[in-house]
């Protein structure tokens, strides 16, 4: 009788043994990127389809039985599959199987190269999602682990002219010695529970360490950095598994220790960073024309607003957290496809070369202005209802800071019209090829998903609800 | 104060060579206060000291490969950088102490703020690849300390030592990188392309060899090179030219320019 297979174990091992296998087949970049990509999404649609209540699942190639909930324990780590747990993997795997396909297609060659790396991302992060217990708790151990996912990041995002990618670090680690810290004082509380005073110490200290984890201004710039020299499609992978892992991280961290949504002023901390970076990244995105850096700040605005949107108490702030990252998601990624098919077709992404490219390149230029007017909450894109209904609660308790996130809203809007005139200016390149016709159906179907997620978004009601199920715990 | 007094040499110097000895000095002596102060286990004090000294060779080798490791973006004069130390220091004599540390004495508790400060100091001040990675150790370092301290479990040593390695080896591979040209120069479409002397040498890498070959009346170390090939000799191999496809074009070229050279 052979024993079932335990699912992290078979999770974590065939995904770290499919980045070693595109390491060694980097010679086909392409197909390997394409393979992974619908590997990564298989096992994405296989987990958030899995009825965790069945204890075993038998796949139909394996040949033998996996046991679902089996947990794993590896040197004190102990690593189960929870429904929340499989929500965000499903979620991470979603996210890099859909980088991996479109890299296929829009990605320069050096680009598409990066499938070995995104492997091993996804493999960390699910290992992440799947700790349920460690030497100290997984909220708090979160830091430490993002920090060397982030450091692992910094190798896909490293390009000739990036030097300051390694800033993506900062959020992580700065935040780690200040958990370990209030860990100290979780122990503490737990030894003395008559002196409130340890509890409430300690959640100062989880609640300040996660609001730097989060990574709002000034610990934005890697992001920022990023967006702007390193590949696209890279960039937006790996900036949503960071904040999708620190979303999941702080519902866990308020479901595990209520003090700290009540015990302190986790709220106003997180309203105000979430409004002075709202508002720089929307003065920034006004102040630019490079389309990458463009891109990195009004990707900043929009995380701004989802910080905000996390301290509106209430039973609004959850759903409306999780829909806006959804919309983000949705954004940066066609954003990311429309900036990559320009850098690897123009060979720079400098506006002085730029011009007149949305003659040759209609397209990709297209869902680049769209994916970007999405994260700045423009009407008829992916991100105006998320944005709208933000406003709307922010405006409930006081319309000032709604009122001036939509003057930075409208800045960013003002730099997109700008670039879009650059895009559609006079020709600069006349030896630039026009899209292929393939190239061209991709782009209109990433057009029309943008479209129909703008004018139906209770098309992402079902994955929203299933993530505030998982998410609220 | 010779923990604090290193750091803040890091910070008036801001020479590659003065970081990451005073990294080292910090480094170890955060271990033996580790060590004498708080019974750090040895094995614990060994495991450290190996990552230690791996990630400072790790990046002392990088620094010795680039041409000029100390960064273009200088973080201002060292007048600026000592009047920003003391206006920390000023601004902490007024504001008192920083937030309760339990279970270290009240000089630790000092000397990790100071710490602290330096970091954040070393960060703000520069954006190059090595300050940013020996900035992001040294507040490791202090992790370090603290979870001996505070959580002493040996799996969370050595998940920060590991971090460790790999902040250092992600810094090493961007010095690399920041050594590189950003743009490749447009070429003249002849049958012959003859590279221009920027594409052969980057602005940064006309170096102190140069300088000193100039000072000792010696032509460049390019016109050199090139006498030794009329010569018939291996000439220098240019460190940061781009490679080149079979049309004489760099191949990180522009597509169009791609284009232009084969039509």
Same mark, same amino acid.
């Given at each position: ?473 | ?40 286990? &040895?094995?614990?004090?060994? $495991?450290? %000291?190996?990552?230690? !000294? /791996?990630? +400072? #060779?790790? =990046?002392?080798?990088?620094? *010795? ?42 000089? &630790?508790?000092?000397?990790? $703020?100071? %710490?602290?400060?330096? !970091? /954040?100091? +070393? #960060?703000? =001040?520069?954006?190059?690849? *090595? ?133």
């Amino acid at each position: 009788m052979t024993t079932a297979v335990s699912l992290p174990v078979l999770l974590t091992v065939s995904l770290l043994l499919a980045a070693g296998l595109a390491y060694l087949l980097r010679g086909w970049n392409r197909i390997m990127a394409a393979i992974s990509g619908v590997y990564c999404l298989a096992w994405g649609g296989l987990l958030w389809l899995a009825d965790l209540n069945l204890p075993v699942w038998t796949p139909p190639l394996l040949g033998r039985s996996v046991d679902l909930t089996a947990p794993t324990t590896y040197l004190d780590f102990r690593f189960v599959l929870t429904p929340i747990g499989a929500t965000a993997i499903s979620l991470t795997l979603v996210i890099i199987g859909a980088t991996l396909l479109l890299s296929t297609r829009f990605a320069a060659p050096e680009e598409y190269a990066l499938t070995p790396l995104l492997l091993i991302l996804a493999g960390g992060y699910t290992l992440l999602f799947l700790l349920t217990e460690g030497p100290v708790s997984p909220v708090l151990l979160a830091p430490i682990a993002l920090a060397a996912l982030s450091a692992v990041a910094v190798f896909l995002l490293s390009n000739r002219g990036s030097a300051t990618v390694l800033r993506i670090l900062l959020p992580p680690v700065l935040a780690i010695p200040v958990v370990l810290i209030a860990d100290w004082y979780v122990r503490a509380a737990a030894l003395d529970p008559q002196n409130s005073l340890l509890m409430t110490t300690a959640a100062q200290f989880m609640g300040v360490g996660y609001v730097i984890l989060l990574g709002p201004v000034p610990f934005h710039w890697g992001r920022v950095a990023a967006a702007e020299s390193a590949p696209p499609l890279a960039t937006a992978a790996a900036t949503l598994l960071y904040q999708l892992a620190a979303l999941f991280m702080l519902f866990q961290l308020l479901a595990q220790f209520p003090a700290v949504g009540q015990g302190t002023s986790l709220a106003l901390w997180l309203e105000w960073a979430g409004i002075v970076t709202a508002l720089w990244g929307g003065v920034a995105a006004f102040g630019t024309l490079h389309p990458g850096r463009l891109w990195g700040y009004v990707a900043l605005h929009d995380w701004g607003i989802i910080l905000i949107t996390l301290a509106v108490a209430g039973t609004r702030s959850l759903p409306l957290a999780l829909f806006l990252f959804s919309l983000r998601a949705v954004s940066m990624l066609t954003a990311a496809t429309g900036l990559s098919a320009l850098r690897a077709s123009v060979g720079s992404l400098e506006p002085a070369r730029l011009s007149g490219a949305g003659h040759r390149l209609p397209w990709s230029s297209a869902i680049y202005l769209l994916g970007g007017l999405g994260l700045a909450g423009f009407p008829l894109s992916a991100g105006f209802t998320g944005h709208w209904a933000a406003l709307q609660i922010m405006a409930e308790t006081d319309w000032r800071p709604a009122a001036a996130i939509l003057v930075a809203s409208a800045g960013a809007i003002f730099s997109y019209i700008r670039l879009a005139r650059i895009l559609l200016g006079p020709l600069e390149n006349r030896s630039l090829r026009r899209e292929r016709s393939v190239t061209t159906a991709i782009a209109a179907g990433i057009l029309l998903l943008s479209m129909a997620i703008a004018l139906a978004p209770q098309l992402l009601d079902g994955p929203v609800s299933r993530m505030l199920i998982a998410f609220s715990g | 104060m010779t923990l604090g007094g290193c750091a803040a040499l890091m910070i008036l110097f801001w020479d590659w060579r003065v970081a990451l000895a005073g990294l080292l000095c910090v480094q170890s002596g955060l271990l033996a206060l580790g060590v004498t102060l708080y019974d750090l286990p &040895v094995h614990w004090a060994g $495991l450290q %000291l190996t990552v230690m !000294t /791996l990630t +400072l #060779l790790m =990046l002392i080798i990088t620094a *010795l490969q680039v041409q000029r490791p100390r960064a273009r973006r200088q973080a201002g004069n060292w007048l600026v950088r000592l009047l920003a130390i003391v206006l920390f220091v000023l601004a902490w004599r007024v504001l008192g102490e920083g937030p309760p540390l339990p279970e270290f004495g009240s000089s &630790v508790t000092a000397l990790l $703020l100071w %710490l602290a400060f330096c !970091t /954040l100091l +070393l #960060l703000g =001040l520069s954006d190059s690849p *090595l300050f940013t990675a020996v900035a992001l150790l040294l507040w490791m370092s202090m992790a370090q300390l603290i979870v001996a301290v505070l959580t002493p479990a040996p799996n969370l040593f050595v998940l920060i030592a590991g971090a460790e390695l790999l902040i250092s080896l992600a810094g090493s591979r961007l010095m690399l990188l920041d050594q590189e040209p950003l743009h490749a120069r447009d070429l003249i479409a002849t049958d012959i392309v003859f590279p221009y002397e920027e594409d052969m040498y980057a602005d940064d890498d006309f170096g102190a060899d140069d300088e000193r070959a100039i000072d000792a009346g010696l032509p460049p170390l390019l016109i050199q090179d090139a006498i030794a090939a009329l010569e018939g000799e291996r000439p220098r191999v240019a460190p940061s030219s781009p490679p080149r496809n079979g049309h004489g074009v760099p191949a990180d070229a522009p597509t169009d320019q791609r284009e232009r050279m084969r039509g």
